[in-house]
Nanobody
């Protein structure tokens, strides 16, 4: 199983980035997908999650209204559209996959993790 996160980079505050998470080696459409992030000196935190069906999603309060999680099961890929970026969004972003039906915010429920992609937002 492999999750390949990409799309990070340097962006100015107020700008946008779209992260992608390409999955292989698993029945992608059966897995909930989540995005987490870890800033320097801080613990990893939940950002967003989407159910296997795409019908249920959840967001951290800090990103609600700015970030949107989506998935394309035909491409085995999940996305995180990040708009109105803020310097405090700077972190390494990780995608994760798990057979989850509740509590998408808890990282221990995810079975597989990507390698992370760096997002840096300048003020």
């Amino acid at each position: 199983v492999q999750l390949q996160a990409s799309g990070g980079g340097l962006q100015q505050a107020g700008g946008s980035l779209r992260l992608s998470c390409a999955a292989s080696g698993l029945g992608f459409s059966n897995y909930a997908m989540g995005w987490f992030r870890q800033a320097p000196g801080k613990e990893r935190e939940f950002v967003a999650a989407l159910s296997w069906s795409g019908r249920s999603s959840g967001y951290a309060d800090s990103v609600k209204g700015r970030f949107t999680i989506s998935r394309d099961n035909a491409k085995n890929t999940a996305y995180l559209q990040m708009n109105s970026l803020k310097p405090e969004d700077t972190a390494v972003y990780y995608c994760a996959a798990g057979i989850i039906y509740t509590d998408y915010r808890q990282d221990f429920r995810y079975d597989y993790w990507g390698q992370g992609t760096q997002v840096t937002v300048s003020s």
